[in-house]
């Protein structure tokens, strides 16, 4: 492995069940140390939690002069075809380690024993791996602070052209259904049960892969939902009316940001916007408890737009070593990739295709269990 200074950077690699609390000890120092790497997609606790249900997950733990200052996970196939961890789940990927440190990608894999290694969401600061990056994206995010007063004041103050509109339709829905409460630290399970219920009806409607129809996503949400440290928290965060919940969103925390993962609302009031109402009750209340940064995660969508006040930059791309494995495997999955980000680059193209996997959707929602069309 390449050196630093005089120092020898060795590689051992463990299972998530193997890491000791030293070895998270030092991992939640490396993210305390570089701010790029505070988001809680990239944790140990995330790790374990996948690796929980996902027998193939592994950790490569660097050292230098015996100490741990690197870490990468991710999940290996007995081919040897790597991914970043939860690939496909998780808005975050990266080995983090503490200031300072180097490695090579090539030598990395090896000790992974890698023939090649995906990702989609890269931190950009992963220099070794840029040569590997084939494209770049925007993640936005919002920058928040506590604001003065309640959240009618933080809301005017942060978004004032969103302010008049969303507080006239919580006043109507108040109306209607009853007031509005909001808990941004839900620990009732039923609730993350709703939510889940709405989410994959939102992706059958609309077409999409249904997560939640996949056990082990399930599980692993429940296991995150409980899962309660400072680097790593679920977070279930619920919007009622009276006493009937109209929104939810389900994410984990790390000290200072906050992932917005799992947004869905009750289909029966998506006239009164009640996504958007969750979004801004959230980050108000994630600013009053400390969070500095609201990651929206990678994707062109309409409110992301509204509510973002900036971008970051996040890659995806294949770092691979000359093997017949990597070469298939970057064969079958590039042009997928390529095929996708080219449909949702284009509005032209991107529009379209939406409404074609909604009709899908209306199509399947309107068939029974045994595939046969229900009038």
């Given at each position: 492995m390449r050196t630093r200074g005089q120092s020898e950077v060795d590689i051992t690699i463990h299972r998530p069940g193997e890491l000791t609390q030293s070895l998270r000890r030092a991992w939640h120092r490396a993210m305390d140390e570089s701010p790029e790497y505070a988001n809680p997609f990239l944790a140990p606790e995330f790790a374990i939690g996948v690796?929980?249900?996902?027998?193939?997950?592994?950790?490569?733990?660097?050292?230098?002069?015996?100490?741990?200052?690197?870490?990468?996970?991710?999940?290996?196939?007995a081919l040897g075809v790597g991914r970043a961890v939860g690939l496909g789940?998780?808005?975050?990927?990266?080995?983090?380690?503490?200031?300072?440190?180097?490695w090579d990608a090539q030598a990395l894999l090896s000790a992974c024993r890698l023939a090649i290694f995906e990702f989609d969401h890269l931190v950009s600061e992963q220099t070794p791996f840029a040569p590997h990056v084939t494209g770049t994206f925007a993640s936005p995010v919002i920058d928040v602070k506590p604001g003065d007063g309640g959240y009618p004041e933080w809301l005017r103050a942060t978004y004032p052209g969103l302010a008049k509109t969303t507080l006239k339709k919580e006043r109507r829905i108040g109306r209607d259904l009853g007031e509005l409460r909001f808990e941004f630290d839900e620990r009732d399970p039923a609730a993350l049960r709703t939510l889940m219920r709405w989410k994959s009806a939102q992706y059958r409607r609309t077409g999409r892969m249904d997560r939640f129809a996949r056990p082990?996503?399930?599980?692993?949400?429940?296991?995150?939902?409980?899962?309660?440290?400072e680097h790593f928290t679920g977070v279930l965060s619920v919007l009622y009316a009276g006493d009937r919940p109209v929104a939810a969103h389900f994410g984990p925390r790390s000290a200072t940001v906050l992932a917005a993962w799992f947004t869905a609302y009750d289909p029966e009031l998506r006239y009164y916007s009640p996504g958007l109402m969750m979004h801004l009750r959230t980050a108000e209340a994630a600013a009053r408890g400390g969070v500095t940064l609201v990651d929206l995660g990678r994707g062109d969508k309409e409110y992301k737009d509204w509510l973002k006040t900036r971008e970051l930059r996040v890659g995806e791309g294949f770092a691979t070593r000359g093997h017949p494995v990597a070469a298939?495997?970057?064969?079958?999955?590039?042009p997928v990739r390529g095929l996708r980000n080219t449909v949702l680059a284009h509005p032209r193209l991107r529009d379209p295709a939406d409404r074609l996997l909604r009709t899908v959707g209306t199509l399947r929602a309107s068939r029974g269990p045994d595939g046969l069309h229900r009038e």
């Open positions: 690796g929980k249900h996902r027998s193939g997950v592994r950790v490569a733990v660097l050292r230098e002069d015996g100490e741990p200052v690197g870490f990468l996970p991710y999940e290996r196939t789940l998780s808005d975050c990927q990266a080995l983090v380690h503490r200031p300072g440190v180097t082990w996503i399930v599980d692993l949400v429940d296991h995150l939902f409980h899962v309660r440290e298939a495997h970057r064969m079958w999955r590039r």
